[in-house]
């Protein structure tokens, strides 16, 4: 089993910026993907960016490259999502998760674990 406890989130204003990170506790496989979902109200949840935890290579959604940056820190076990540029269509719940493969999937339900998810609100 994996724990995913997700932090960071919170009220900015348009254009600014937040760091969210996510720390994953319990037997995370040696080698896998980590990556960040976001949910709005009436949405899907909706695929932001993954790594691959080995290697460090990343993934972005269209939606989010450019503006959004995801790293790790594998001491620690833990993943991070820089968000910059923020915009009032990026509110929404952020989400962390892990996927026990190294393969980068888009489709939330082929995710393993879910951390519970942190809000990020951007005011106009």
């Known amino acids: 089993q994996v724990q995913l406890v997700e932090s960071g989130g919170g009220l900015v204003q348009a254009g600014g910026s937040l760091r969210l990170s996510c720390a994953a506790s319990?037997?995370?496989?040696?080698?896998?993907?980590m990556g960040w979902f976001r949910q709005s109200p009436g949405k899907d949840r909706e695929f932001l960016a993954a790594?691959?935890?080995?290697?460090?290579?990343?993934f972005y959604a269209d939606s989010v490259k450019g503006r959004f940056t995801i790293s790790r820190d594998n001491a620690k076990n833990t993943v991070f999502l820089q968000m910059n540029s923020l915009k009032p269509e990026d509110t929404a719940v952020y989400y962390c998760?892990?996927?026990?493969?190294?393969?980068?999937?888009?489709?939330?339900?082929?995710?393993?674990?879910w951390g519970q998810g942190t809000q990020v609100t951007v005011s106009s």
């Open positions: 998760a892990v996927r026990q493969s190294l393969a980068i999937v888009v489709d939330d339900e082929r995710w393993d674990y």
């Open positions: 790594i691959r935890t080995g290697s460090g290579s990343t």
């Open positions: 319990g037997r995370p496989p040696s080698t896998y993907v």
